[in-house]
């Protein structure tokens, strides 16, 4: 894997897409147990993070409501 450098562009996974890998992780936490349960708890966050940050019309609408 290639490090990102300062040109490389940051590439927003798509609130559908975290949902999915979080029914993938979850049925991984139940299979394998407790070694799977940090993957599991990253993603939440990543989720909840996505969610509150809405999506790039969301805070364009946002920014040029506050000015």
Do not use: F, H, W
């Not at 927003?12 to 993957?39: F, H, N, T, W, Y």
């Amino acid at each position: 894997m290639k490090p990102a450098g300062p040109n490389a562009r940051s590439k927003e996974i798509s609130l559908e897409r975290i949902e999915k890998m979080l029914l993938i992780c979850a049925e991984l936490v139940d299979r394998r147990g407790p070694i799977a349960q940090p993957l599991l708890d990253r993603l939440e966050r990543e989720y909840k993070a996505a969610k509150e940050r809405g999506t790039a019309v969301d805070r364009i609408r946002k920014l040029i409501g506050a000015n």
